[in-house]
């Protein structure tokens, strides 16, 4: 056994009350022990262990730590358990990378809490295949972090990281980077992204992906072992659905890869990630091992994370970013938002020249959170003190403007924005063009299947301050699975803030049935050799044809329909009249009768009569009760225009999952849905209201036809306002008119977010009726169940 002198570690921490006992129990060496005891006792004082619990054990020449540190993130004094290589004591001046490793369930930086389904520690663990055996092989030292998510006082929660169910304020993802400070600061690390890399198993591999997609700016490889796809994560207040399918654009900079078993329960999900993936990430490599559910390949994984250590991808130029927190820094920049609900910031192109920003309340294609402001700080690389021209396109409005701003004495800029799609250009006064893709979409069939030629078009923005002249657009795909027919188009000129749409479209031919998702690469030059490259991505949807079921249309009507897999829930489906008819302003759920069983399903269409004004409406129904893994199958929704002529024909794509352990069934198909009636008689729906601390009260609804009056009555609550040692006097009951159009309070007009600040009005609880009238003149009463409290902030 070696045991590493403590001034090797770290100088100067308090020693807690434990100390004495863990020595004898975890260390040998006793006269150098009892040395170090005689000093704590005679003087206080011990060399490099002040305030943390420490124990330390070896084995042929690797040295294991197991250690604390205060965590300001966690308000806790946080565990964690180091692997050092074998020269790291004898080799003073010596750095090394970092692998910071995420146990699984039931699991603790220690290993195991019972018997359980994978120890990788060292010894014989794993075969022989472990952490010990890489480190003694590689000089590269190991953090394992203490997922636990309980105070001492606190009952038993095998569930690590606080995923799945949010149940604390506790945010494993903000104290990796506390820990990683504390790492570099105790330890000789090489203290750079180059030289740090993150692993784990199953929802520790969940944790790998979100970790190294959050912070590319730390890491530069991510390995994961049978990580679960998806789970529920977060801020405690507003936490979200989150995953991995849908965030691949995360990992510009990062080399990631994949190990899963042959008859891992998780690996059909597995396999769908794999459907994405290889399509869209080239730095991207997975292996299958005949396993089940445990570290499989752990020294192929971490030799891949070492040569990443003496290889690693370049800091990107050009990157994207997905973030569920409200404020985050990612390469440099800060960006924060008032947003109090759940949702994410999405940041595209981004770069020295400008980017394009949303905040959604889903993935891929949620509704916008026009509402939230937002607030980007770029890194300090233009010139302190100088002008530049903040272009701004608003995808909501249509509209463009330039504003003037100067970088600060740091020569960073500050851009604030609200939660739509802006398209932001950074320009200097007679810089060059500035082009940006704004859309792609089908234009002789509803979506891109394969085997068949379509069409693609492209619209592009000028973000810049000068007219762009004589474009040449070059089309291209990221994989040979798809050929480029018709690969060259050409725009005479785009001005200054204009959006122009290609006239001569792309031709393409998606080559596999298999491929579930296209990038294509379109490179845009001009008559001076200018240049810029974008990429964009399709879903591939075929024709599949295997529904198995009769199609049935939910309009507001009773139904049992499947639910958690196994189950069933009886409830109101859809919204309208309820006769099985779609008709304009309804809200429908399209329905798969198979074997007698109702599912509802994930509807995709390219109509321009379905879900206006930004609208989409989809909902989340969660298999963990039935298969233990975080998973959940999504249903969509539509909602059918006002103006939706008589007889319209609509085309959606359908996706729907059945069971059958472990696998999920993915059943696809088409189905065609006829639209009768001229007139929308369905009232407007309500979706949220809240009342801000700064008296401002809030009502979301939707209605396909617009929204033109949203009005509250509030009836005081003498029941609810009974509250001990409290005597309030019964106000009297008041009416408030909400407005949307981005005054008086109101953060954007047009939304559907109506608001109106609360004055003048005594603390007390009160009722809520809530009056919603569309454009087709269609009211909704709605009583709101929880009663509002209005506070007098004199």
């Excluded at 750095?95 to 994978?118: D, K, L, M, N, T």
């Excluded at 000028?462 to 050929?483: C, F, I, P, W, Y």
């Excluded at 019964?730 to 609360?758: M, Q, R, T």
């Amino acid at each position: 056994m070696n045991v590493i002198p403590f001034d090797v570690y770290s100088p100067g921490y308090g020693v807690s009350k434990h100390w004495e006992r863990n020595l004898f129990r975890k260390m040998v060496g006793i006269n150098y022990l009892s040395a170090i005891i005689s000093l704590y006792l005679t003087t206080g004082v011990v060399p490099g262990l002040f305030g943390q619990e420490v124990s330390l054990t070896g084995s042929q020449n690797v040295t294991i730590l197991d250690t604390t540190h205060y965590s300001h993130v966690m308000a806790d004094t946080r565990k964690y358990r180091v692997f050092f290589p074998p020269g790291y004591k004898a080799n003073s001046e010596e750095r090394y990378p970092v692998i910071y490793f995420f146990h699984g369930w039931a699991q603790r930086y220690f290993g195991e809490i019972g018997v359980g389904y994978s120890h990788y520690d060292e010894g014989d663990d794993n075969g022989g295949d472990n952490m010990e055996a890489f480190v003694k092989k590689r000089d590269v030292i190991i953090v394992k972090i203490d997922g636990s998510n309980q105070f001492p006082s606190e009952a038993l929660d095998l569930t690590p990281y606080n995923i799945g169910t949010v149940k604390s304020f506790r945010q494993f993802p903000i104290y990796f980077e506390e820990l990683v400070k504390h790492v570099d600061k105790s330890y000789r690390t090489i203290p750079d992204r180059r030289h740090r890399a993150v692993s784990g198993l199953s929802m520790g591999g969940f944790m790998t992906f979100w970790v190294s997609g959050k912070y590319p700016h730390l890491v530069s490889g991510a390995g994961n072992f049978c990580g679960s796809p998806e789970f529920t994560i977060g801020p405690y207040e507003f936490p979200v659905e989150y995953n991995h399918n849908h965030m691949y654009d995360n990992y510009e900079g990062v080399n990631v890869r994949f190990h899963w078993g042959s008859s891992d329960k998780l690996r059909y999900y597995h396999q769908d990630l794999n459907k994405i993936w290889p399509q869209v990430i080239d730095n991207y490599e997975y292996q299958i091992y005949e396993a089940s559910h445990i570290t499989c390949g752990m020294g192929d994984m971490f030799e891949f994370l070492y040569q990443t250590f003496t290889n690693p991808l370049p800091d990107p130029e050009n990157w994207h970013h997905i973030d569920v927190y409200p404020n985050f820094d990612i390469w440099g920049y800060e960006v924060t938002s008032d947003r109090n609900r759940p949702g994410f910031t999405v940041l595209k192109n981004v770069n020295e020249r400008g980017f394009r920003s949303a905040v959604r309340n889903l993935l891929p294609k949620g509704e916008l959170m026009s509402d939230v402001n937002l607030n980007i700080k770029t890194p300090p690389v233009y010139d302190s003190h100088s002008t530049y021209y903040i272009s701004d396109y608003n995808e909501f409005t249509g509209v463009s403007t330039i504003d003037t701003v100067h970088a600060g004495p740091d020569g960073r800029i500050h851009i604030a924005l609200d939660g739509n799609v802006h398209h932001v250009g950074i320009n200097k006064a007679n810089e060059r063009a500035n082009m940006a893709l704004l859309s792609a979409q089908t234009t002789n069939i509803p979506w891109l299947q394969a085997n068949k030629e379509v069409e693609l078009s492209v619209k592009l923005l000028n973000k810049g301050l000068t007219d762009a002249q004589g474009l040449d657009m070059e089309l291209s795909a990221s994989r040979d699975h798809v050929d480029i027919i018709k690969n060259f188009s050409t725009l005479a000129k785009v001005g200054s803030g204009e959006v122009v749409e290609q006239e001569n479209a792309f031709t393409v031919s998606v080559t596999s049935d298999t491929v579930e998702i296209v990038r294509f690469l379109l490179t845009i030059e001009d008559q001076s050799g200018n240049q810029w490259t974008d990429h964009f991505d399709m879903k591939v949807r075929n024709d599949e044809d295997n529904l198995n079921g009769e199609l049935v249309v939910a309009d507001g009507k009773m139904l049992t329909v499947v639910s958690e897999a196994v189950d069933s829930v009886t409830e109101m489906i859809g919204v309208g009249n309820g006769d099985g008819i779609p008709n304009p302003g309804e809200s429908i759920v399209i329905l798969i009768k198979n074997q007698g069983k109702l599912y509802r399903t994930s509807a995709f269409t390219s109509s321009q009569y379905v879900n206006p004004n930004g609208i989409y409406l989809q909902t989340s129904d969660s298999w963990q009760n039935y298969e233990h893994i975080g998973a959940s199958t999504k249903f969509t929704t539509p909602v059918i225009a006002s103006d939706c002529p008589d007889g319209e024909e609509l085309d959606f794509w359908l996706e729907y999952w059945v069971p059958n352990l472990p696998e999920h069934i993915i059943k696809r198909g088409t189905a065609s849905i006829r639209v009768e009636g001229s007139r929308d008689e369905t009232a407007p729906v309500f979706k949220w209201m809240e009342v801000r601390n700064d008296r401002k009260m809030v009502v979301a609804a939707y209605d396909p036809s617009g929204i033109k009056l949203v009005k509250v009555r509030m009836i005081p609550d003498e029941e609810a306002s009974q509250i001990r040692y409290i005597n309030w006097d019964k106000p009297e009951g008041f009416e408030i008119v909400l407005g949307d159009k981005g005054e008086s309070g109101d953060n954007f007009a047009g939304d559907s977010i109506f608001s109106a600040s609360i004055t003048n009005r005594a603390n007390y609880y009160y009722k809520t009726e809530i009056q919603i009238t569309d454009f087709e003149d269609n009211t909704l009463i709605y009583n709101h169940e929880t009663p509002i409290f209005i506070q007098d902030l004199k």
